[in-house]
């Protein structure tokens, strides 16, 4: 149980496109999912969290333009990153509890962006 | 803000041995820190969680302390086997008595248990 997918596993694009990640918790409800964002050798950065029918928080220092973050229904979460350039090149991580209070997070297998 | 350190970035023992790791905060006390493993181009998994009122927690071959007083998590596993390699983190909630989920992570240790 506690299955969290992500769709797509990896994705190139060029400069200046949008590219929309899915973040599916499989086998139970999430009221709250997060974002992460993890460069090469370098720990799990929080980006955001995203709250189900709300918008999302995010947190110091990132811009909620340029990630948007969509959480339409409670087992699904988008992160978009519009206007991708290559220094947002890197491996985007999504987690989901299955309780309000988030103390057991499942992750996601994470997607590989690179920006040409 | 919390900052998070793990003792090392890598930490090579043969199998057999018992792997111990160490986290390290600076800021607040934490109501509970977790511990999950990562391997290469994947997410991370959860281990363990371990509250502030607990000693020690042990999930098989799996041991984490919590030591308010130092602020230091250790993590052990015991027999390591060569299937234990991967990089190990802990994480933190993002502020005292958070039980909104916001994590945060160290930079974690990788764990390379040879035969």
């Known amino acids: 149980g506690a299955v969290v997918s992500q769709h797509p596993s990896r994705v190139i694009c060029k400069s200046g496109t949008s590219v929309k990640i899915e973040c599916r918790s499989l086998d139970f409800q999430a009221t709250t999912m997060f974002w992460y964002r993890q460069f090469p050798k370098q720990s799990l950065m929080l980006m955001a969290t995203s709250n189900e029918g709300s918008k999302a928080t995010y947190e110091q220092g990132v811009e909620k333009d340029k990630f948007l973050i969509n959480h339409a229904s409670l087992t699904l979460s988008t992160l978009t990153v519009t206007s991708a350039h290559p220094e947002d090149s890197s491996f985007y991580i999504c987690?989901?509890?299955?309780?309000?209070?988030?103390?057991?997070?499942?992750f996601g297998p994470g997607t590989r962006l690179t920006v040409l | 803000s919390q900052k998070i350190e793990q003792n090392s970035e890598a930490l090579n023992i043969q199998e057999g041995k018992t792997a111990t790791l160490t986290c390290n905060y600076t800021n607040y006390s934490p109501a509970y820190l977790q511990w999950y493993r990562q391997d290469p181009g994947r997410g991370p998994v959860f281990l363990l969680l371990i509250r502030e009122n607990e000693k020690e927690k042990r999930k098989e071959r799996l041991k984490v302390t919590f030591d308010t007083t130092l602020k230091q998590s250790l993590f052990h596993i015991t027999a390591s086997q060569p299937a234990d390699s991967a990089t190990y983190l802990c994480a933190l909630p993002s502020q005292r008595g958070s039980t909104l989920g916001r994590l945060y992570f160290g930079r974690g240790t990788q764990l390379t248990v040879w035969p």
């Open positions: 987690s989901a509890s299955p309780s309000p209070g988030g103390n057991e997070q499942f």
